[in-house]
């Protein structure tokens, strides 16, 4: 089956300094991966979406990478600040039924 | 500019109750999704509507039914709630259903069930 896998153990870090998340997948490479962003209660909000054949995708301060050969997909937030502290979930398309398959999300915590 | 809105936000059930949870959005989207969100587990697909008029089973739709009211509105119906319906419960809507399409999603309805 087609899975997302995300380190469910918070990530804490400093104010100023460059966080990174993990988003692993099994089976077929996905044509595409998206990033979203959920606060505590509230819905998840869209940030990033790249390509099979893209590599990185760059926004503001936010990067995502896309590795076919590790079948893993980076999330940096350079420069990272209290409000950046969140959720973020890593979501995968399957090939099969043509529906997203969201990560159970990486919860990442900036100290100021 | 609402986006996607849900009602109601909280909600108590008795087991055996029924209820109808709301989603509308303003985006002039096409497809529209529910979810269900348990601690430790990522989002889950109930069912979804890729276009109006047309609805379709996502991964756990066991005790749910939908109905696209228009292209606006999206609401799913518990018949008969079971504790293991305790969740929170989020509607979403795309431009269209693909793999490369953004999802906007609303700030969920949060359901317990005694």
Redesign the interface.
Known sequence: SQK?EQN?EALNIQEGKTATLTCNYTNYS???L?WYRQDP??????LL?I?ENEKEKRKERLKVTFDTTLKQSLFHITASQPADSATY?CVR??SNT????????TTLQVKP | NAGVTQTPKFQVLKTGQSMTLQCAQDMNHNSMYWYRQDPGMGLRLIYYSASEGTTDKGEVPNGYNVSRLNKREFSLRLESAAPSQTSVYFCASSDYRGLNQPQHFGDGTRLSIL
């Open positions: 997302i469910s996905p044509a595409y998206q209660g509230r819905g998840p909000v869209f979406l390509r979930l398309g399957s043509g529906k997203l398959i969201f990560g159970q999300g």
